[in-house]
């Protein structure tokens, strides 16, 4: 303020005598301002009481002034625009790191351990229209991250309007989302990055394909709120989620003229924050999509060669041909679940039913021989449906600083987050024909995550995968760091 009004001061004089001169008029001092002063000839020095400003000393003030003003343009112009990250608008940059080993012991044979960086992210959040009044805002969220050692994709990438008033906390809220982004099944499923429990996800997440992002429209809402002013708690009766996808992967357009369409129900017991209920949830989740699968019909001509020399007859193939099937099939998914995150102690529990199309190649071999009509084997196509199933159990119990009394009310900044120690077991199994339930891939989880810092975690993993129907026991240990800003 000071600097403003220092730099103003020279335009305003100079505009002031200009006018009061233009007009003939004398100018006037103001009070508590400069002023010219040309001492009388008959005032001696001695008889005047205060100190007089001479014409140079005001002129020397200007200089000084202005002298000051385009020095601190000259430093914004130059400096400014090289050392400041500039948007239109307000910009959140954020991401998240991963930074493994893993050891694999295998009966039949060790993998050798390694080093890696599977996951490495950044997101651009930000705001193309903030209300100020009822909050019904327009956010946006880019992200990119690394699928390998040079390949980079897209996550998320979505448009996001806010329908209800969001500033009213007690309110309900409804907002849509169009764009890539998450699909709302279950808890696992749902989970971005930065907040799975595991280092690796549960079998059904990524064997059904629940757990990568998807192209399409999302409607979000809330019913019945709970507010706790107190710690600026909100949690709401009733959560529902609507969407229709393409139903084909992240970064991909549809393959069939249907979209796939999910729902998912969440109910929360709606208590105050210190209540022991908190964080109590049951959903329920449901999927209907499309997909097409194709098979194929290989023909194949054989004939039987006989060598003069009276040896052994040989087969030989003539000719191969190949022809391809497509059909549509239901790809449908459901699912039930159980929370209680809380302290110290918490579990999840999933279950997750799928059916998919299946195809299954035919062939058909026609064996030319002596006779007049040829041997023909034929192993005709068919498309079938499978049901899927699983299951996912995780304990963990919570201890550390965060949960000692004096430390329970701390602000939680990342560089003070009090220390906070997670041990877990997960049990999780995935059948993938129910036809045939006897075989199935079942995976025991002992884990540790240590939370250092809010975004900040280190995390111990021993998988243990027993036989199944003739197959190796399989063993893991993956430690991973993971790191967010």
Same mark, same amino acid.
């Given at each position: 303020?000071?600097?403003?009004? $220092?730099?103003?001061?020279?335009?305003?004089?100079?505009?002031?005598?200009?006018?009061?001169?233009? +007009?003939?008029?004398?100018?006037?001092?103001?009070?508590?301002?400069?002023?010219?002063?040309?001492?009388? &000839?008959?005032?001696?020095?001695?008889?005047?009481? &205060?100190?007089?400003?001479?014409?140079?000393d005001v002129d020397a003030v200007h200089t000084e002034v202005e002298t000051l003003r385009d020095q601190w343009q000259q430093s914004l112009s130059r400096s400014y625009p090289y050392t400041v990250v500039q948007a239109n608008r307000p910009?959140?940059?954020?991401?998240?790191?991963?930074?493994?080993?893993?050891? @694999?012991?295998?009966?039949?044979?060790?993998?050798?351990?390694?080093? *890696?960086?599977?996951?490495?992210?950044?997101?651009?959040?930000?705001?193309?229209? /903030?209300?100020?009044? &009822?909050?019904?805002?327009?956010?946006?969220?880019?992200?990119?991250?690394?699928?390998?050692?040079?390949?980079?994709?897209?996550? %998320?990438?979505?448009?996001?309007?806010?329908?209800?008033?969001?500033?009213?906390?007690?309110?309900? /809220?409804?907002?849509?989302?169009?764009?890539?982004?998450?699909?709302?099944?279950?808890?696992?499923?749902?989970?971005?990055?930065?907040?799975?429990?595991?280092?690796?996800?549960?079998?059904?997440?990524?064997?059904?394909?629940?757990?990568?992002?998807?192209?399409?429209?999302?409607?979000?809402? %809330?019913?019945?709120?709970?507010?706790?002013?107190?710690?600026?708690?909100?949690?709401?009766?009733?959560?529902?989620?609507?969407?229709?996808?393409?139903?084909?992967?992240?970064?991909?357009?549809?393959?069939?003229?249907?979209?796939?369409?999910?729902?998912?129900?969440?109910?929360?017991?709606?208590?105050?924050?210190?209540?022991?209920?908190?964080?109590?949830?049951?959903?329920?989740?449901?999927?209907?999509?499309?997909?097409?699968?194709?098979?194929?019909? @290989? @023909?194949?001509?054989?004939?039987?060669?006989?060598?003069?020399?009276?040896?052994?007859?040989?087969?030989?193939?003539?000719?191969?041909?190949?022809?391809?099937?497509?059909?549509?099939?239901?790809?449908?998914?459901?699912?039930?679940?159980?929370?209680?995150?809380?302290?110290?102690?918490?579990?999840?529990?999933?279950?997750?039913?799928? /059916?998919?199309?299946?195809?299954?190649?035919?062939?058909? *071999?026609? +064996?030319?021989?002596?006779?007049?009509?040829?041997?023909?084997?034929?192993?005709?196509?068919?498309?079938?449906?499978?049901?899927?199933?699983?299951?996912?159990?995780?304990?963990?119990?919570?201890?550390?600083?965060?949960?000692?009394?004096?430390?329970?009310?701390?602000?939680?900044?990342?560089? =003070?987050?009090?220390?906070? =120690?997670?041990?877990?077991?997960?049990?999780?199994?995935?059948?993938?024909? $129910?036809?045939?339930?006897?075989?199935?891939?079942?995976? =025991?989880?002992?884990?540790?995550?240590?939370?250092? +810092?809010?975004?900040?975690?280190?995390?111990?993993?021993?998988?243990?995968?027993?036989?199944?129907?003739?197959?190796? /026991?399989?063993?893991?240990?993956?430690?991973?760091?993971?790191?967010?800003?």
């Amino acid at each position: 303020m000071m600097v403003a009004l $220092a730099l103003l001061a020279p335009v305003a004089y100079g505009e002031q005598k200009g006018a009061h001169a233009a +007009a003939g008029i004398p100018a006037e001092p103001e009070a508590g301002g400069l002023q010219e002063s040309v001492p009388d &000839e008959a005032t001696s020095a001695e008889e005047s009481k &205060e100190p007089v400003a001479r014409k140079s000393d005001v002129d020397a003030v200007h200089t000084e002034v202005e002298t000051l003003r385009d020095q601190w343009q000259q430093s914004l112009s130059r400096s400014y625009p090289y050392t400041v990250v500039q948007a239109n608008r307000p910009l959140i940059v954020s991401g998240v790191g991963q930074i493994r080993y893993d050891h @694999t012991f295998n009966e039949i044979a060790n993998a050798p351990d390694s080093f *890696t960086v599977p996951f490495f992210s950044l997101a651009f959040a930000g705001n193309l229209r /903030r209300d100020y009044l &009822e909050g019904k805002n327009v956010d946006y969220l880019l992200g990119i991250q690394t699928t390998g050692t040079a390949a980079i994709s897209i996550t %998320d990438a979505w448009l996001s309007y806010q329908i209800f008033n969001s500033l009213d906390s007690t309110g309900p /809220r409804l907002s849509i989302t169009a764009g890539q982004q998450k699909k709302y099944f279950g808890i696992e499923a749902t989970a971005t990055e930065a907040f799975q429990p595991t280092i690796k996800l549960a079998q059904f997440a990524t064997n059904l394909g629940l757990s990568a992002r998807e192209l399409g429209l999302v409607l979000a809402g %809330d019913l019945l709120p709970n507010v706790d002013f107190g710690y600026n708690y909100r949690v709401p009766l009733v959560q529902y989620w609507l969407g229709a996808i393409n139903g084909n992967g992240a970064n991909t357009s549809d393959n069939n003229n249907k979209k796939d369409l999910f729902a998912r129900l969440q109910i929360n017991a709606p208590v105050n924050y210190s209540h022991p209920l908190r964080g109590l949830s049951f959903g329920v989740s449901g999927y209907r999509g499309w997909d097409t699968k194709t098979a194929t019909n @290989t @023909t194949t001509r054989t004939t039987t060669f006989n060598p003069a020399n009276g040896g052994a007859a040989v087969p030989v193939t003539i000719s191969t041909s190949s022809a391809s099937i497509s059909q549509n099939g239901s790809k449908d998914r459901y699912g039930a679940d159980l929370a209680y995150v809380n302290t110290p102690v918490g579990f999840t529990l999933e279950y997750v039913r799928g /059916r998919d199309p299946a195809a299954v190649n035919g062939t058909v *071999t026609v +064996a030319t021989t002596t006779s007049a009509t040829p041997a023909t084997t034929v192993k005709p196509y068919q498309f079938k449906e499978v049901d899927e199933e699983a299951y996912t159990f995780t304990l963990f119990y919570n201890f550390g600083d965060q949960f000692v009394t004096a430390a329970k009310n701390q602000d939680r900044y990342d560089d =003070y987050y009090p220390v906070t =120690y997670q041990p877990f077991f997960r049990f999780d199994r995935y059948v993938p024909d $129910a036809a045939n339930y006897g075989v199935h891939s079942d995976l =025991y989880t002992a884990g540790f995550n240590w939370f250092f +810092a809010q975004t900040t975690k280190l995390q111990l993993n021993y998988n243990y995968k027993p036989k199944n129907n003739g197959s190796p /026991r399989s063993d893991e240990l993956l430690a991973q760091f993971q790191f967010g800003f």
